[in-house]
Nanobody
Framework: QVQLVESGGGLVQAGGSLRLSCAASGRTFSPYGMGWFRQALGKEREFVASVSLRGGSTYYADSVKGRFTISRDNAKNTVWLQMNNLKPEDTAVYYC?????????????????WGQGTQVTVSS
């Protein structure tokens, strides 16, 4: 079992920045690819970003490419999502998740462990 706890969400004005953190406990998370998803009110959960086991490869949804950066530190059992130039449409609950390698990193169903989520609200 891997327990994931997100933090760092909040209210920010458009154009601002936030850094989300996801701390893992229990089993080490180094064997897992890590991802961030988000779910806006009334919408389906969508892929935001993913990072490979050692952090060498990163992947982003087109909507956040160039603005968000995902990174991880296996020694600290932590993954981050740096979000810059935030827009009102980025408003959502953001979830951290862990998946076994080789699975579709954009698919929520590929992820085994999920955090409880952290709210990000971007005002215009």
């Amino acid at each position: 079992q891997v327990q994931l706890v997100e933090s760092g969400g909040g209210l920010v004005q458009a154009g601002g920045s936030l850094r989300l953190s996801c701390a893992a406990s229990g089993r080490t998370f180094s064997p897992y690819g890590m991802g961030w998803f988000r779910q806006a009110l009334g919408k389906e959960r969508e892929f935001v970003a993913s990072v490979s086991l050692r952090g060498g490869s990163t992947y982003y949804a087109d909507s956040v490419k160039g603005r968000f950066t995902i990174s991880r530190d296996n020694a600290k059992n932590t993954v981050w999502l740096q979000m810059n130039n935030l827009k009102p449409e980025d408003t959502a609950v953001y979830y951290c998740a862990a998946r076994r390698p080789g699975l579709d990193y954009t698919a929520a169903a590929a992820y085994t462990y999920w955090g409880q989520g952290t709210q990000v609200t971007v005002s215009s």
